[in-house]
Antibody, heavy 121, light 110 residues
Framework: QVQLVESGGGVVQPGRSLRLSCAASGFTFSSYGMHWVRQAPGKGLEWVALIWYDGGNKYNIDSVKGRFTISRDNSKNTLYLQMNSLRAEDTAVYYC??????????????WGQGTLVTVSS | QSALTQPPSASGSPGQSVTISCTGTSSDVGGYNSVSWYQQHPGKAPKLMIYEVSKRPSGVPDRFSGSKSGNTASLTVSGLQAEDEADYYCSSYAGSNNYVFGTGTKVSVL
């Protein structure tokens, strides 16, 4: 069965960096687009970033452009989110999610359990 | 892009039906058939309930159905059960490799 396990969350000061990881199993990781989606405490879901099956193309929302980078290592079945210049408004549970399709046009189907990132001084 | 608009809450008695709307624009909901619905119980990860407007993944009860008209998509839960009480989110492909989620609807089973 599909399993996605995020790690790397924690408490970090504003302006600092953090790297999230998502270990995938139960499916052919290299054949699907992958997403990061976040949810601030008590708030709704917000799509953050998408990467194609081969890492050839990456996309993210405007509010994280130039600060967050999505990447993947298909040899390790792992998805990453490098987060730099963190702000208080980045505080959220970060979910990794598998897309239904190869390029990421199908939308997320399976989700991990999430990892909490708290940006606070 | 702005979040898709959903009603904050909806409710129904066991056995009744509830319908949740999800309103976007011609650049997202109205422009693509890549509309999905997710169920999220407190403290849990979202679960896919509907994709491509009206298709159900394997294992999702046929009590859940989806539709779309113009810029508005809808999720209907028929024969409400206690375990259906949760938050529901719509999402849509928004072009240029971007996605947008709805504001979320809390469904209560009275």
């Amino acid at each position: 069965q599909v399993q996605l396990v995020e790690s790397g969350g924690g408490v970090v000061q504003p302006g600092r960096s953090l790297r999230l990881s998502c270990a995938a199993s139960g499916f052919t990781f290299s054949s699907y687009g992958m997403h990061w989606v976040r949810q601030a405490p008590g708030k709704g879901l917000e799509w953050v970033a998408l990467i194609w099956y081969d890492g050839g193309n990456k996309y993210n929302i405007d509010s994280v452009k130039g600060r967050f980078t999505i990447s993947r290592d298909n040899s390790k079945n792992t998805l990453y989110l490098q987060m730099n210049s963190l702000r208080a408004e980045d505080t959220a549970v970060y979910y990794c999610a598998k897309d239904r399709l190869i390029y990421g046009y199908g939308g997320p189907d399976y989700w991990g359990q999430g990892t909490l990132v708290t940006v606070s001084s | 892009q702005s979040a898709l608009t959903q009603p904050p809450s909806a409710s129904g008695s066991p056995g009744q039906s509830v319908t949740i709307s999800c309103t976007g624009t011609s650049s997202d909901v109205g422009g693509y058939n890549s509309v999905s619905w997710y169920q999220q119980h407190p403290g849990k990860a979202p679960k896919l309930m509907i994709y491509e407007v009206s298709k159900r993944p394997s294992g999702v009860p046929d009590r859940f159905s989806g539709s779309k008209s113009g810029n508005t998509a809808s999720l209907t839960v028929s024969g409400l059960q206690a375990e259906d009480e949760a938050d529901y989110y719509c999402s849509s492909y928004a072009g240029s490799n971007n996605y947008v989620f709805g504001t979320g609807t809390k469904v209560s089973v009275l």
